[in-house]
């Protein structure tokens, strides 16, 4: 599987997982994308919900790989606050990140890869910093983060064609 950042990537299918929230599908359900345009308490639970729901559904012997795309000027600050500025969080809230750690845990060599987008803002600054600082250590989740979209979906894209190897 390749993936070409110079032609766009078309989602296979779209989701709208709450006001602001959209789900996109990509390689057969292999990359799911996150993207987020505004941000509210409720909206951020029923991602958290959808995030731990999509877990539990995921096919293990598959990496789960998913980019959380915070680019959206304006939207990463707002969503820092709103989870305590734990944005590296594969589960979005602390429960989430309990449920979803527990999902990791519980399944044998089940890998996690989650990408965070920010843009260039001051804002967008701030938010990668804090992310970069506040990483927990886990052997089975990945994180990184990035102030490109196609960058960050190539750097997912790269566990696919491993396993595929």
Known sequence: ??????NALQPDETQQVAKGIVCEWYFDHSLVVYRVTEVSQPSIQAWADFVVTTMRNWD????????HDMSQPGVSLQFATLVGFDTMNLGITNMGREQAETIVDTSESFYVR??????????GHMNKVLADNRQR???FIEY???Y???KAIDWLVKLINEKDD
Do not use: W
């Not at 599987?1 to 110079?6: I, N, R, S, V």
């Not at 989650?114 to 804002?123: H, K, Q, T």
């Open 114 to 123: 989650i990408a965070m987008n920010f843009n260039l803002s001051v804002s």
């Open 137 to 139: 250590s886990h052997p």
């Open 148 to 150: 490109n979209r196609e």
């Open 60 to 67: 293990k012997s598959k990496p789960y790989l998913a980019l």
């Open 1 to 6: 599987m390749t993936f070409d950042p110079q």
């Open 144 to 146: 990184r983060t990035f």
